[in-house]
């Protein structure tokens, strides 16, 4: 992890601690600016919003399927993926799948659908 990583990892923390991003980010261009090192800002920053970005993901679940599908059954792949009951499902409507769906939650793919099957049967 480089240097500019755990400043923002722990800049980060101190956000979600106090619940002021505004005082963290100008402690730190204060000591950044104090140390000659004020040119460090900007990319702890850009990290610093990668990371929220990448929290908001892991929140969220995309469910590609050939059809629309009902928010009962949406539910239900939810929770067979995630006991996080608080998740944002997403459905995108894919007819090339054919059948079943797949689901992409946490950057892992999940994928129950006829598409990849026939794919799997091609490569025998």
Known sequence: MTDIEKIAQSLRHSIEKSGSSKSSIERLEN?????G??????P?????QFYFET????????????FVLSQESLSTIATKITSDTDVEITQIQKPELLAGFRAVHKGI?????????INELKKL
């Open 31 to 35: 000591v950044l600016t104090k140390w």
């Open 37 to 42: 090192k004020k040119e460090l800002v900007l």
């Open 44 to 48: 702890i920053l850009q990290k610093l």
């Open 55 to 66: 929290q908001r993901a892991s929140d969220q679940i995309c469910i590609e399927s050939p």
């Open 109 to 117: 793919l999940y994928d129950a659908s006829a598409q990849r099957y």
